[in-house]
């Protein structure tokens, strides 16, 4: 909810989003092994939910670069169009600033954990450097975002 002051109206969508974007990774949906496919199908074909919401799940942290290492890009992209650049990156931001314990980390950090997690030769570790200008870009202009809002005085 600390974006609320660049995302307006759209902040409680991007906070469901980030509660939910790795859903996918629950051993009951595993269905490609690709957490944002099989986490937005769910949200979308078992629990209804929006379709924005459903959209935001699936691309989640510049998801495009694992799902064309997964040879499952072409799917993504017909069952779940992408969301506005805007909250892509305000997703990005709470993503890849907060490690899985919950810890604010710095997005350095953050990409740093991911790979020790997984080990160098793992598709998710050669994913997530291919993707890496992608979520530091995204980091960044959140963060340029919110200086601004700060910079204002607003919220």
Known sequence: MELAPVLGSAAEL???AAWLHDIGYAPDLVDTGFHPLDGARYLRDVAGADERLCRLVAHHSCAVFEAEQRGLL??????????TVELRQALTYCDMTTGPDGTRLDVADRLAEIHSRYGPDHLVSRSIANATPCITAAVEAIERRLADVRAAGIG
């Open 74 to 83: 072409e799917v993504l992209q017909a069952e779940f169009p992408q969301e």
């Open 14 to 16: 991007v906070e469901a």
